[in-house]
């Protein structure tokens, strides 16, 4: 921790109350965690705290040196079978370490993220690992500032320097792509998932960047983004299928948006006539295998991005280095042709 | 909590020690939490100040006093969607009340389970919502000793007075009973759970005590209990097929035992002889509605357990009385009689 700690002492309080433009009264106040600071100069103090890597003295600090051996995961929806994937494996790493997991589940929603960023502050824990919704929040901003060891899993967040343990969602795509070419797709519906959220972001863009040289089409009809949540999938899809543009294939950005469109298509369009569209997912769920046609899917390894992030977050604490990784994806191809 | 606390109080260290069999200083060691004990007494220390509702005066009750606005929620199985759907519903609720809920997974292993009620213990939680594995641990002892308020959800522990908040088992494998004399089976394959698991056992008893007047095959090659996990399922089905003994429906008691029979059906007779089986289940799955044939399901109300779950804490934090609840069931039938 050694060298870490020096260079992020060199930010003062001083420094954090120039880049925030405010007194440094106020400052001191903010990072002090008075009330008495208007919530305008409490977010700027906080992002600059955040921005320059400033680490609070008193408090913050003796709270990272009171060990609790807990770690804090918060998911973005445990519903979704790929967090609870992810915090299953954390834990099993976690107990490797001498570490118990304490979970929490922002519901894909920022303020409930925040709310949960405050109990793990008050509980004490001595690392986070965190699939962030979108922006900076005031409350991530503390967070940051308290010197709390902080990985990502899967999501980053701009401005916000940490690991990140992830799906190499660039790969993933992809292998998406190459699919829809060889099973011949040219009208294919994107459901994606909110731009806001990383993770919705880079598989949008990878599509878009390669479904013209893999033969599909580039009508923006047929692309509707949700909110990575199974009803605001139902509901793209449906706002698709309302567009009347014709598809014979629908890719969906994650598992709950495949779930969503899939039982969209078969009840707008009923059983047999939905049977005829071809489905193809990130992420592979339980079921897809017995889905008619079955559903081929890219499966992201979220056993491993739960290790790694684990494994992160306890460099961290030790005061060792920890380098965010991609982890490889792999397609699952569960079409007619591959199962000859 | 005046009337409740007056008679909690009326057991005294002295009692406990009477009751375990040991010292006074033996007991009162192992109470203050003292490593100077031996296993064996700790264990039985502690069971009496559970049977007896003990609480510890000092650092316990403090601990009792500091509220932080926090609950813990530990689950059995976090992949399983009936304990992810419940802890998404038991959030919504506490958040109503002003609580955050941090969630843990035991991976329905006891061990597991201790080690969270430890990290709850000390990250000094306000309230304790459980689905329990089995027997009472010399950590649970100790957590209910603490008088920390306590509920539990969908499963009981024998020797633990708490309030339960939990689907109603004898009306759930009743629909179940009903469909399968509906639809004419006779040999039935009955994959169910560990029968130290309160729900495995109650769902086990009432299957056994109906299905004779249901008329359905008494043959004891037809039942198996896996672990309520797929895999372990999975292994289940594989012995009942194993045996010879020949069946038209499969019931599996929970909805990762469905799962995992499944696989094992499509695994060892191929996906168009498996599909001549038909399948129920207790947990309505998202995918059931697209197998084929679809599976029917007896629904519980995950959600609503949670909710009460979380009021039934609340309660208790607040010194009210709390009594557990019986949530109703309700059966979905997707065999295509019902679809006509």
Redesign the interface.
Request: no cysteine; net charge neutral; aromatic share 8%.
């Given at each position: 921790m050694e060298s870490e700690e020096v260079e992020q002492r060199m930010a003062t309080i001083k420094d954090v109350a120039a880049r925030a433009g405010v007194a440094l009264g106020t400052a001191s106040r903010v990072l002090s965690g008075s009330s008495q600071t208007s919530a305008d100069s409490r977010a700027r103090v906080l992002a600059a705290a955040a921005e320059l890597g400033y680490i609070a003295n008193g408090p913050a600090r003796a709270l990272r040196r009171a060990r609790?051996d807990?770690l804090g995961l918060l998911v973005s929806d445990?519903?979704n079978?790929f967090f609870?994937?992810l915090?299953?494996a954390a834990?099993q790493e976690a107990?490797r370490h001498g570490y118990?997991?304490?979970?929490?589940?922002a519901?894909e929603d920022a303020d409930?993220a925040d709310?949960?960023l405050?109990?793990f502050a008050?509980?004490?824990i001595d690392g986070l690992l965190f699939a962030p919704q979108s922006t900076v929040s005031p409350q991530l901003a503390a967070t940051v500032a308290s010197g709390l060891p902080l990985v990502f899993l899967n999501r980053t967040i701009e401005g916000i320097d940490a690991p990140m343990y992830g799906t190499d969602n660039a790969q993933g795509v992809g292998q998406v792509l190459d699919w829809l070419r060889r099973r011949g797709h040219r009208d294919v519906a994107f459901i994606g998932g909110p731009d806001t959220i990383s993770t919705g972001a880079e598989r949008r863009a990878a599509y878009l960047a390669g479904r013209e040289q893999h033969g599909i089409s580039t009508d923006e009809g047929l692309m509707e983004a949700g909110d990575f949540l199974?009803d605001g999938a139902a509901k793209a899809m449906n706002r698709v299928l309302d567009r009347g543009v014709p598809f014979t294939a629908v890719f969906g950005a994650n598992g709950p948006t495949t779930?969503g469109a899939?039982r969209a298509l078969?009840e707008r369009l009923g059983v047999e006539q939905a049977a005829r569209i071809e489905v193809v997912s990130v992420d592979d769920?339980?079921?897809f295998?017995?889905?008619?046609p079955p559903i081929s899917a890219v499966r992201q390894d979220a056993a491993e991005i739960g290790r790694l992030g684990v494994r992160g977050v306890v460099d961290l604490i030790a005061g060792r280095e920890a380098s965010g990784q991609r982890v490889p994806t792999t397609f699952v191809d569960r079409s007619p042709q591959a199962q000859q």
């Open positions: 609790t807990v445990i519903r079978p609870s994937e915090a299953h834990e107990r118990t997991v304490l979970l929490a589940n519901n409930q709310a949960y405050q109990t008050s509980q004490r199974a779930l899939v078969r769920l339980d079921w295998e017995f889905a008619s």
